[in-house]
């Protein structure tokens, strides 16, 4: 059996990369990046290997995550009437440490009241407040960037232990910047919607994610 792999995703266009706006909190996709997004969910290749997806909670990555993945999701992260979504589908984390790296408007997350609103099939409220502040193991220093990008790589690794069968490939939606941190690449620069392919390389510690 091929060792799993996990794809990272960037998010797709949002209002902010084209205003320029950064004080804007939590923006949203525009509707090139919603079609983006749509569009992702025709081209991407590995829609029968996916057990779990992993997104950034600022509703920039949610959007992208959601528009992307209905065929691979369970349809009980859609609203019923949709009819998107699949039965027995792959189970969404909305995991904090994904988030991007400044403390700008624009890469801080929303309230869980707003989120819980747009995305009635996620649960936010899980996820506390800390993640919010962009201070402590949240700050935008290097230092606490990189914690943040060695912990989710652990957490890659306990989750792909758990995954069984033919759907043992994670797919993790991200950040630009902060996506350098997780791969350990300032040169990786993939574009709205892009994806990259890695598997998880465990002989020294801690963990890192290999190209593929």
Known sequence: MSNPRVHIVRHAES?????????????????????????????????NSIGLILTSPLRRTVETTLLAFPHILDKKYYPPSSGL??????????????????ALPCDTGSNADITEALFPGLNFRQLGVRWLEKTGTFG??????????????????????TLNGEKRDIVVLTHGVFMKF?????????????????????????????PI
């Open 15 to 47: 209002e902010h990369n084209i205003t320029k706006d950064f004080t804007v909190r939590d923006p949203g996709l525009t509707p090139l990046g919603r079609q983006q997004s749509t569009k992702l969910s025709e081209t991407f290749p590995h829609s």
């Open 85 to 102: 979504g699949v039965e027995g589908g792959a189970e969404l984390l909305l995991e904090p440490d994904l988030q991007e790296r400044s």
């Open 140 to 161: 935008a220093d290097d230092e606490a960037v990189k914690d943040r990008a060695e912990r989710v790589v652990e957490r890659l690794q306990e989750r792909v232990r």
């Open 182 to 210: 997780l791969v350990k690449d300032e040169g990786i620069d993939l574009p709205k919607a892009g994806w990259k392919s890695f598997v998880i390389e465990a002989e020294g510690q801690p963990a890192v994610l290999v």
